[in-house]
């Protein structure tokens, strides 16, 4: 039993959400982290209605080998802040638009923290969650030189794809062009 656990590959990125309602957002997270190979979890906890397991996940995070945790939620988004609060490893807040306000309480609640609890706030829903995933990869590749490479291959492929994109705009001409085709 010991052995297999050895072989256990840990985590090193978190991602929390408030509600399993944030989970569309947030498995994008996920996805640019499984593609970067960056062994991560994925967990709810949510700030108001679990206060006590986010305080216990926030101060077991780094023991555990968690180096970066992504929190996302909507409306009263305090796990993001509260989690930084409660840990010395960086936190990338996300914030979760939901169905009233556009998601600017969200993210007012992350940009709006105190001196002394930083908490890095990425932005709103989906290019939110991906660029968390992405600054969380640029953080551990500090440390990595062969996930450095990986992420330059992902801007590669970026790169790439907006030239294609220029090249069919070109072969066809706008008045034709489909961005959907
Ligand atoms: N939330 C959950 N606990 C505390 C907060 N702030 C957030 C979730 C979600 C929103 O409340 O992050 O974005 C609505 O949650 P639900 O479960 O009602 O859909």
Do not use: C
Not at 13 to 24: A, H, P, R, T, Y
Not at 55 to 64: D, K, N, V, W
Not at 97 to 122: C, F, N, Q
Not at 152 to 172: H, I, N, P, W
Request: proline residues 5%.
């Amino acid at each position: 039993m010991a052995a297999e656990n050895s072989l256990e590959i840990k985590p090193q990125v978190g991602i929390i959400m408030g509600s399993k309602s944030d989970f569309e957002v947030m498995k994008n997270a996920a996805e640019v982290l499984e593609r970067l190979q960056v062994p991560l979890e994925v967990r709810i906890v949510s700030a108001h209605r679990t206060p006590h397991w986010m305080m216990e996940y926030a101060e077991e995070a780094e023991a555990r080998g968690i180096k970066v945790v992504i929190a996302g939620a909507g409306g009263s988004a305090h796990l993001p802040g509260m989690t930084a609060s409660e840990t010395s490893i960086p936190v990338l807040g996300v914030a979760i638009k939901g169905s009233i306000l556009d998601g600017l309480d969200a993210l007012y609640s992350m940009v709006r923290m105190p001196e002394g609890a930083p908490l890095a706030t990425l932005g709103i829903d989906v290019a939110g969650a991906k660029n968390a995933a992405l600054f969380a990869a640029r953080i551990l590749s500090l440390n990595d030189p062969s996930l450095a490479r990986r992420l330059s291959g992902y801007k590669d492929v970026m790169r790439a794809t907006v030239r294609y994109d220029d090249g069919r705009l070109q072969e066809v001409g706008w008045q034709k062009y489909d961005p959907k085709g």
